[in-house]
């Protein structure tokens, strides 16, 4: 199964630019990587999805090298109510050909003021 | 447009009994995910239903069942529970059964004592 990996934590302040990078090593080829935000007590809500190279949107941008084995979502300009977990979501397909979502255990980012 | 809905919001249950959770997707979506979080812990996939028929399985014992209707609302049955199935669990509309953009409902927060 693919996995991936992202810091547990992460500080920042109003107004800083905040990167948060994903390892996904074991990456198919034909896997998008979608990022999503999570607030304590409510669903995740989808921020951001590429394939290669960068994609931005209004709220992030995503960074993805060639060889596809990590991305990073950043974040400009935070403020406290982007103080969230944030999940980076590659997909699987083991054989047989099933879809199976495989979130990581999410980067938990507090924004001081 | 309402998003996606999930009823109940909170349950208590006790060990050995049954639980039905409900979801309903957002109008269109024909793919319908549930996902177990466990505090502290990312989504874990549990089933994916597109056009009634089961297309994913994550990792889950028997106990849990789930099945899609006509109208693309879908069921999760949890049979014989355990301390340990305490946990939200998340339900997820996309458009199709491909890896699209997944949009969460709030969740139900279940609690077995």
């Known amino acids: 199964l693919a996995k991936t990996t992202q810091p547990i934590s992460m500080d920042s302040y109003e107004g800083q630019e905040v990167n948060i990078t994903c390892s996904h090593n074991?990456?198919?080829?034909?896997?998008?990587i979608t990022w999503y935000q999570q607030f304590p007590s409510q669903g995740p809500r989808f921020i951001i999805q590429g394939y290669k190279t960068k994609v931005t949107n209004e709220v992030a941008s995503l960074f993805i090298p060639a060889d596809r084995k990590s991305s990073t979502l950043s974040l400009p300009r935070v403020s406290l109510s982007d103080t969230a977990v944030y999940y980076c979501?590659?997909?699987?397909?083991?054989?047989?050909?099933?879809?199976?979502?495989?979130f990581g255990r999410g980067t938990s980012l507090i924004v001081h003021p | 447009d309402a998003g996606v809905t999930q009823s109940p919001t909170h349950l208590i249950k006790t060990r050995g009994q049954h639980v039905t959770l409900r979801c309903s997707p957002i109008?269109?979506?024909?793919?319908v995910s549930w996902y177990q979080q466990v505090l502290g812990q990312g989504p874990q996939f549990i089933f994916q239903?597109?056009?009634?028929?089961?297309?994913g399985r994550g990792n889950f014992p028997d106990r849990f069942s789930a099945r899609q209707f006509p109208n693309y609302s879908s069921e999760l049955n949890v049979n014989a529970l355990l301390l340990g199935d305490s946990a939200l669990y998340l339900c997820?509309?996309?458009?199709?059964?491909?890896?699209?953009?997944?949009?969460f409902g709030a969740g139900t927060r279940l609690s077995v004592l």
């Open positions: 997820a509309s996309s458009p199709t059964a491909n890896f699209d953009i997944q949009y």
């Open positions: 074991n990456i198919a080829t034909n896997d998008y």
């Open positions: 109008s269109g979506h024909k793919s």
């Open positions: 239903y597109y056009e009634k028929e089961e297309r």
């Open positions: 979501l590659v997909g699987d397909s083991p054989s047989g050909g099933s879809y199976i979502p495989t």
